[in-house]
């Protein structure tokens, strides 16, 4: 199990696999199972951006335990969690910001646990 992170900036927190593009993230999504998910929408000029992740998700329905939105644009932001939204299973928790302090720090340490009940108060 991975916590995938897709970014074409941004420093990959540790513990996550970094993603740097919309193919090479649903390849990870397709290969593995992921725990958590952060989506940055805008990935390069001209690139496929987040949204190509968000239309794999929901049509292979295809997702992880956490999803958090990371991205500085806010149109971008609020497209992919409207679609998310609308589409994904009850369990599925879908955050419209960056992941917590807290949460980087239990990843990066390995202590984070879906089932942990700790972890479900985490915003």
């Known amino acids: ?3 995938l992170y897709l970014d074409d900036m941004r420093k990959c927190p540790k513990g996550f696999v970094l993603a740097k593009n919309a193919e090479e993230c649903v ?3 397709r290969e593995c199972e992921v725990r958590v998910l952060s989506l940055d929408f805008d990935l390069g000029w001209g690139a496929p951006n987040g949204m190509e992740v ?4 929901v049509a292979e329905q ?3 335990a956490y999803i958090y939105l990371h991205s500085s644009s806010a149109a971008g932001r609020s497209a992919m969690y409207h679609m998310l939204y ?3 299973p ?3 928790r879908l955050f419209n910001h960056p992941m917590p302090e807290e949460l980087l ?4 340490s390995g202590k984070f646990e879906v089932e942990n009940e700790s972890a479900h ?3």
């Open 121 to 123: 108060k985490l915003q």
């Open 90 to 92: 009850d369990h599925v």
């Open 27 to 29: 390849e990870l999504l």
């Open 86 to 88: 609308t589409n994904k």
């Open 105 to 108: 720090r239990l990843i990066a």
């Open 62 to 64: 295809k997702y992880p």
């Open 54 to 57: 968000v239309r794999f998700l």
């Open 1 to 3: 199990m991975i916590d």
